[in-house]
């Protein structure tokens, strides 16, 4: 069964707006974690951000922020003021029963100047 | 930089051959995970371990094995290898394991095998 959805293979966005990319999950655990995690055409996984199922409060990291929804199992990353250097895949990950990882099939951000 | 380090950094080899694929997890981190990236197959885990002790197997062929050595470092040893595990091969490791914080990996620039 797939666990982990991102939905938007690609997507566009205007310098200094803000974008959000899609991620849902599927699991019956009351324990898990979200994690976003950024690769630049360089090839590298960059971890950017980090929501524990038990947290109340949306995580935030600079110009990224989760918007956690627990009801709809989704876990959405927005960026916001994009910049050029945001241009990159950009892949959910989703941590459950403490040691399954799984990951998204990836959204390819690109930015326009 | 993660902090991850990984050996080669690009290996070509022909089909039927061995090859071992090293990595050093962060300082403090005994969390080592291996991963598989293609284009069509996308990110796949493979394995991982914890402070020497396999902890979860994922998509792994049985001609690929790994194991984590005392000082913590890493090596994913693939055989008989075929055309179709060309691809980038990345190991990544966290300070924690059980419950999801502490657990963000740090991945390590990752191998590029190309199979000929």
């Known amino acids: 069964a797939q666990k982990i959805t991102q939905t938007q293979p690609g997507m566009f966005v205007q310098e200094k707006e803000a974008v959000t990319l899609d991620c849902t999950y599927d699991t019956s655990d009351q324990s898990y974690g979200l994690f976003w995690y950024k690769q630049p055409s360089s090839g590298e996984m960059i971890f950017l951000i980090y929501q524990g199922s038990y947290d109340e409060q949306n995580a935030t990291e600079g110009r990224y922020s989760l918007n956690f929804q627990k009801a709809r199992k989704s876990a959405n990353l927005v960026i916001s003021a994009s910049q050029l250097g945001d241009s990159a895949m950009y892949f959910c990950?989703?941590?459950?029963?403490?040691?399954?990882?799984?990951f998204g099939s990836g959204t390819k951000l690109n930015v326009k100047p | 930089d993660s902090g991850v380090t990984q050996t080669p950094k690009h290996l070509i080899t022909a089909t039927g051959q061995r090859v071992t694929l090293r990595c050093s997890p962060r300082s403090g981190d005994l969390s080592v995970y291996w991963y598989q990236q293609s284009l069509d197959q996308g990110l796949q885990f493979l394995i991982q371990?914890?402070?020497?002790?396999?902890?979860a197997k994922g998509n792994i062929l049985e001609r690929f094995s790994a194991q984590q050595f005392p000082d913590l470092h890493s090596e994913l040893n693939l055989s008989s290898l075929e055309l179709g595990d060309s691809a980038l091969y990345f190991c990544a490791s966290s300070y924690q394991i059980g419950p999801p914080g502490g657990n963000e990996q740090f991945f390590g620039p990752g191998t590029r095998l190309t199979v000929l």
């Open positions: 990950s989703t941590l459950f029963n403490f040691n399954k990882f799984y």
């Open positions: 371990y914890y402070n020497g002790e396999e902890r």
